[in-house]
């Protein structure tokens, strides 16, 4: 019998034993599934679908009216008839029909801009999801990493106390400082379970869908000019621009309302063979309506059509002045988030470290008490959450500007400042986390002239 090389062996074990890495989740894979499985995405396409296929009926002549029936029967009796046959078309004064195409039209594309406005909402609500999902997973794994730590410190603190080198109680404090890891963790899988559900409901699955391991590249690109968005491209601004071609046509609309619309009605009547004396003949009639209620009805329309018309001008501003606020709070957040991980990473975690590692080496020579020693252990693993979030922040500005929205649900993991020795620590908490809401909206036409200042929007994630 031949055997396999040992290192053939190892590899085709490894190969058996590895994850697999279909069972890792990037952010584009999940924002693909978001987008193509979302309900709410795909109810409001839908709509305005349905939207686009009412545009030529709103176009199209009214059916014509053909009717069939006896006439000229004597009340005495008798066989002498007439049969009548008849047809009438209404047709509506000129220009009506194609303004009534093009406000059906105008609306269509109104909606068509609402459901990328929502698609963009989702977006956004999709990204902060996945990156929270992806902050707890590393929590939980530098939970488990500084809990190896911390275990080996505590072997550590018995072999003194065995030895009388270190009192009882430093040895109970170190147990307790692992109870309280396992604390930590109870409550960072409980939150797991809350983002699992969030994720699988934004890309509707089951709640219990596992996701696996999350993957996240972080860029180094800075901010291109070119890559910037444009007001012009806004589906927000493109939808009030739709809106307000619409109530120009329902002003004109209003105004035709004035003129009559036609009826041409043809008629045809043959006589019973019985009737020697008649002969079938036929006839054409031509008839108008008379806007004699144009006082409760024609002028009312008008003034609201120009009511409506201006109210859309005046909301295009509003909307206007909203994105351009919003671009600049944008584009700081992500400058300000950038400097926040160069000072991280250039001056908070190389100083952290070593401290740590003076921290390590004094507690070893028992110069250190060992609360000291856990503290600055806690203090390191918390600045490398906060680093983390400072990262995660960083994407989310730039998410933020690529999908630029007049009220984003805005989300923010890093804190105002780092965590220092001896004073407050985060404890792997997120603070300084906006509240998202209670739920999902689409966009309204309400919405949009509601929209406040403020950063936070009525969209979101609720509960987490």
Not at 198 to 219: D, H, Q
Not at 264 to 280: H, L, Y
Not at 321 to 349: C, H, I, P, S
């Amino acid at each position: 019998m031949k055997f396999m090389p040992l290192a053939c062996s190892v590899y085709i074990a490894l190969l058996f034993s590895s994850p697999s890495y279909a069972d890792s989740l990037t952010l584009d894979e999940f924002l693909s599934d978001v987008s193509k499985a979302n309900p709410s995405i795909q109810s409001v396409q839908l709509r305005a679908q349905a939207l686009e296929n009412r545009i030529d009926p709103a176009g199209a002549l009214d059916d014509p009216f053909i009717a069939m029936g006896v006439d000229e029967v004597s009340f005495g009796g008798g066989s002498e008839h007439v049969m009548r046959y008849q047809i009438s078309q209404a047709i509506p004064f000129p220009g009506k029909l194609s303004t009534k195409s093009g406000i059906a039209r105008d609306r269509a594309s109104s909606a068509k801009s609402d459901a990328e406005t929502l698609n963009r909402e989702v977006t956004v609500i999709a990204t902060q999801a996945f990156f929270r999902a992806y902050y707890n997973q590393k929590s939980i794994e530098l939970n488990s990493k500084l809990k190896r730590i911390v275990s080996g410190t505590v072997s550590s603190t018995k072999s003194r106390y065995l030895t009388g080198d270190e009192g009882h109680h430093d040895f109970l404090l170190a147990k307790i400082e692992l109870s309280s890891f396992d604390v930590d963790k109870l409550k960072l899988l409980r939150e797991q379970k809350t983002l699992q559900a969030v994720i699988n409901e934004l890309r509707s699955k089951p709640a219990e869908t596992p996701l696996g391991s999350l993957s996240v590249k972080f860029s180094s690109k800075d901010l291109i000019e070119g890559e910037l968005p444009s007001s012009t491209n806004q589906p927000e601004l493109k939808s009030l621009d739709f809106f307000v071609t619409q109530a120009e046509k329902e002003e004109k609309l209003a105004k035709l309302a004035y003129y009559p619309d036609f009826v041409i009605q043809g008629m045809v009547m043959d006589p019973s063979s019985n009737m020697m004396d008649a002969s079938s003949n036929w006839g054409v009639m031509v008839g108008v309506n008379i806007p004699i209620y144009a006082g409760k009805k024609q002028s009312k329309l008008l003034s609201a059509a120009k009511n409506d018309k201006a109210a859309a001008l005046r909301e295009k501003r509003s909307l206007e002045n909203r994105l351009n606020t919003e671009f600049v709070a944008a584009k700081e957040q992500f400058k300000t988030a950038r400097d926040v991980v160069g000072l991280y990473k250039n001056t908070v975690m190389p100083t952290t470290r070593l401290a740590v590692k003076n921290a390590k080496s004094s507690y070893a020579a028992g110069r250190l008490p060992l609360t000291e020693y856990l503290d600055t252990l806690k203090v390191q693993r918390t600045q490398e959450l906060e680093y983390l979030a400072a990262q995660i922040d960083v994407e989310l500005a730039r998410t933020r500007l690529k999908e630029l929205l007049s009220a984003p649900p805005v989300l923010r993991l890093a804190p105002t400042k780092p965590s220092l020795f001896g004073g407050r620590s985060m404890g792997g908490g997120m603070s300084d986390t906006v509240n998202m809401g209670d739920g999902m909206s689409g966009p309204t036409r309400k919405t949009k002239a509601s929209s406040g200042s403020g950063d936070s929007g009525s969209s979101g994630m609720g509960g987490m």
